[in-house]
C-alpha cells in the first residue's frame, strides 16, 4: 500500500480469482521497508575485483508503506482479478477496488533455479495498479 494512504487504513479484505477459482480473506498490515545497497567490498581475487569472494550488503528501513500477503494455492500467468475492500481508520468504508491483469513469471535466482510467477499490486487514494517490481 503506497505511503500517501497507508496512514488512513484500517483492515483490508483482497479476493483473488484466476482460472476459476476464488480465494479472499482479511490481510494482515505490517510495515513496509525499502532497500538501500551498501555497496560491495572488493576480493583479493583477482586484484581490486569483485570475485566469488565478495561481501555485499544492503540495509532496509521503513518507508511509510504498508503490506499484505494473500497466498494463493497456485499461481498461473492467466488473467488474475483482484478486488480490495475494507476499512479507514476513521470507521469508513473503503471504495471497492478491482484490477484485472496478467501476471508475468521470470528467473529471479537465475533460470537454473527454475521460473517464478508472482503478483502483486499497489493500492493508494487513486485506485488499484499492477506493481511494476513483481513478476
Excluded at 513496509?32 to 575485483?49: F, I, L, N, Y
Excluded at 484490477?99 to 517464478?116: A, D, I, S, V
Amino acid at each position: 500500500m503506497a505511503n500517501d494512504y497507508a496512514a488512513a487504513v484500517k483492515a483490508l479484505h483482497v479476493k483473488a480469482c484466476q482460472d476459476g477459482t476464488c480465494k479472499a480473506a482479511d490481510v494482515q498490515l505490517v510495515p513496509g521497508t525499502a532497500s538501500a545497497d551498501q555497496g560491495c567490498s572488493p576480493d583479493a581475487e583477482p586484484p581490486g575485483g569483485y570475485g566469488p569472494g565478495s561481501v555485499c550488503s544492503a540495509t532496509s528501513s521503513p518507508d511509510g508503506t504498508k503490506r499484505g500477503i494473500l497466498q494463493l494455492a497456485t499461481l498461473s500467468e492467466s488473467p488474475l482479478d483482484v478486488t480490495v475492500t475494507g476499512a479507514l481508520r476513521d470507521g469508513k468504508p473503503l471504495p471497492s477496488r478491482t484490477l484485472h491483469f496478467t501476471p508475468k513469471g521470470n528467473y529471479p535466482f537465475g533460470e537454473q533455479c527454475g521460473r517464478f510467477v508472482s503478483a502483486s499490486v499497489v493500492l493508494n487514494a487513486a485506485g488499484l495498479r499492477q506493481d511494476g517490481t513483481a513478476g
